[in-house]
C-alpha cells in the first residue's frame, strides 16, 4: 500500500486477520473435527503485535484515501473492539456500526456461549469533514421505501458461491459472500469509483466491484489466494448499461425487499419486468430499484407511476419470465423467505 499513490480510493473494505488464536481442535458432539481456522496468517505472538499490524496497515489505507472516501472494517468480537479504537486513533470519524446478523451462522458446540451468529462492520469517514457518498434515497427506494437499517441479515457463503481448492475443501475459510459486498459497494461509491481491498483473499471484492462497474485494487500476499481472485474477477461480465448500480438495500428479517432477491440470484439486474397483459414494463437497476423511462424508484412507486395511480402493490404488479411464462415477483419472495427459514433452521 505505500508504493499506491495517495488519495487515490473512493472506498475501502477491509477484512483484516481476527486474531482468534485457537488453542486447540474445535470438536462436534460426535467428536468429529470442525474444519475451523487455524491459518498462518491469522496468528499474532500478543496483543500488542496485533495492535501494530493493524495500525500500520489502517494507516496506509487512510493515506491512499481521498479526503471523502470512506471505510468499511468488519471483525468480530475478537477484534472489532480493538479495530474500532485504533480507527479513532487514527482520525477516523465513525459513522455506523453495521450488525451482519447471519441467517445460517455455525452452532456453538460446546454449550458454553451464546451462538456467535452477527459480525460488526464499522463505517467511517477518512475524517469529520469529509463529504462521503451514501446513497440514501436510492437505498431506500431498493429497500420498499423504507429508510436503510444498520442491521443486515444475510446468510454466510455456502454453496456455489464457496470457493474449494483441488481437494475439494473451502478455499478461504473466512470467504465473504458476495451480498455482503455488494451492499456495501452500492451504498457508498457510484459506478466508475475506485475501490481497495487490503486483505482480498479470494477475491469477493474484485468480483462485486465488476459486477457493479467500480475499478478495484486489491492485496494479497497468498499465492493461492491471488490466483483464484484473478480467475474470480476475469470470469465477470459487467451487468449491461441500462442497470445502474446505483442504491443498496438494508433488509433484515423479517422484511424481504426487491434488492435482497437480487443478492439472492433471484433476480438479475438489468432483467426486464412487465405486468401481466404486457402493456407496462421496466428495468431492474443492481441495488433494488426498477426504472419505466425517465422514472426510478420502488416496485411500488414506479408501479402506480405507470398507471398514474397514487399507490400499487409492485410484488402483485410487476413479473418476471420463468420458463416460459410470466411469474409474479412476489412469489419469489415468497421462495426466498422459504429459503431463509430452511437455513436459520
Given at each position: ?28 458432539p ?15 505472538e ?27 472494517v ?12 485504533i480507527?479513532?486513533?487514527l ?46 434515497r ?40 458476495e ?33 457493479l ?27 449491461p ?5 446505483i ?93 431463509l427459514?430452511?437455513?436459520a433452521?
Amino acid at each position: 500500500m505505500r508504493k499506491l499513490p495517495a488519495g487515490s480510493a473512493d472506498l475501502v473494505f477491509a477484512d483484516p486477520p481476527y486474531n482468534l488464536q485457537l488453542k486447540q481442535p474445535l470438536l462436534r458432539p460426535n467428536h468429529s473435527r470442525v474444519n475451523g481456522f487455524c491459518e498462518d496468517w491469522d496468528k499474532f505472538e500478543s496483543l500488542a503485535s496485533y495492535d501494530s499490524f493493524t495500525r500500520a496497515s489502517l494507516e496506509a489505507a487512510r493515506r491512499i484515501m481521498k479526503k471523502n472516501a470512506t471505510i468499511f472494517v468488519i471483525g468480530s468480537y475478537h477484534n472489532i473492539f480493538r479495530l474500532g479504537a485504533i480507527l479513532q486513533d487514527l482520525g477516523f470519524w465513525i459513522l455506523n456500526d453495521i450488525i451482519w446478523r447471519k441467517a445460517n451462522p455455525m452452532p456453538n458446540f460446546r454449550g458454553r456461549r451464546f451462538t456467535n451468529a452477527h459480525e460488526t462492520i464499522i463505517w467511517a469517514a477518512k475524517c469529520k469533514t469529509s463529504r462521503y457518498v451514501f446513497n440514501y434515497r436510492l437505498l431506500k427506494a431498493g429497500n420498499d421505501d423504507c429508510q436503510p437499517r444498520s442491521d443486515w441479515f444475510l446468510p454466510l457463503c455456502t454453496g456455489a458461491e464457496r470457493l474449494k481448492d483441488g481437494s475439494g475443501r473451502k478455499l478461504h475459510p473466512t470467504q465473504k459472500p458476495e451480498s455482503l459486498i455488494s451492499r456495501i459497494i452500492l451504498a457508498a461509491s457510484n459506478p466508475g469509483d475506485l475501490v481497495l481491498d487490503p486483505f482480498t483473499g479470494s477475491g469477493t471484492t474484485a468480483a462485486a466491484a465488476r459486477k457493479l462497474r467500480r475499478s478495484f485494487i486489491g492485496i494479497e500476499r497468498d499465492p493461492a489466494y491471488v490466483q483464484a481472485a484473478r480467475e474470480r474477477a476475469a470470469a465477470v461480465t459487467p451487468p449491461p448499461p441500462g442497470a445502474l448500480p446505483i442504491a443498496a438495500p438494508d433488509a433484515s428479517t423479517p422484511r424481504i425487499a426487491l434488492a435482497t432477491l437480487i443478492e439472492a440470484g433471484l433476480i438479475q439486474p438489468g432483467e426486464i419486468l412487465r405486468d401481466a397483459s404486457g402493456r407496462h414494463s421496466a428495468t431492474v437497476q443492481a441495488g433494488g430499484a426498477i426504472s419505466a423511462g425517465a422514472g426510478v424508484g420502488s416496485i411500488h412507486k414506479i408501479s402506480a407511476l405507470v398507471q398514474n395511480l397514487p399507490a400499487c402493490n409492485g410484488w402483485t404488479f410487476w413479473h418476471c419470465e420463468r420458463s416460459g411464462a410470466l411469474t409474479p415477483i412476489g412469489t419469489l419472495r415468497t421462495r426466498l423467505h422459504e429459503r431463509l427459514a430452511e437455513a436459520a433452521e
